[in-house]
């Protein structure tokens, strides 16, 4: 049974893309991955940096809390967890914050190389970017992969970069392509995405290779261009 999972450690990270330790490092180092650990119960604050008139930057949070979750680190904080074997950490980095600390009288969390952990968005978006695949072998031009919410996707040596609309169109024409029925109605898929438009050419007028990643049939048929 193959598990849905949201984050991933490192010896998989290593065991799907054949590479080696060193060059994970090499990566996370360079800020080139974004690596994280996972805590329990942390007081965080989690907030924005603004200027002020002067041009300074000052902290605004929006947040407080006992978080339990996933936290991504600096690249300089991985740079020294690498050397010492272990770090103490007050700053880290989140997804949707300018920057997130502890508060209070928390203490440093204590970080060790065996905590850390990859985001599988974070590992979707590497691959993407890269056009890296599972083997450690570039893949080839046909080969289709997809972030999680199918706002980034590979196909045919293209990548993309989606709207919300244009990636619900893209995921509900490749969930149809893996049960088989690649050929799907344009009109009621763009229907089904909560599209104002309903020409599938309006839709994706943004991205100027779309006809890489979708076929028409020129009869109302729309597929993902998979073969």
Sequence with gaps: MQIDKSYFTLPEILER?????ADLIYLAENDKLRLSVRVFGVPMEFGDIEEDERGEPYKVPWEQ????????????????LFRCGEVHLESFRA????????????????VMIGDLLLRRDERDRFEIET????GGQPMEEATFIHSADYLEVRCNGCRFKLGPIQAEVV??????????????????????????????????????????LIRSDRRGGYRLNLD
């Design 17 to 21: 893309w054949q590479i080696t330790e």
């Design 65 to 80: 809390s006992y978080h339990s979750g996933l936290l991504d680190l600096h690249a300089r904080d991985v740079f020294q």
């Design 95 to 110: 997804p949707k914050a300018d920057y997130a600390t502890t508060w209070g009288d928390a203490k440093p969390v204590l």
């Design 131 to 134: 056009g890296f695949s599972p």
């Design 171 to 212: 995921r509900a024409l490749h969930e149809a392509a893996q049960a088989g029925v690649p050929w799907q109605n344009g009109k009621a898929i763009l229907s089904r995405a909560g599209s104002k438009s309903l020409r599938m050419a309006d839709v994706f007028k943004s991205q100027k290779d779309w006809r890489h």
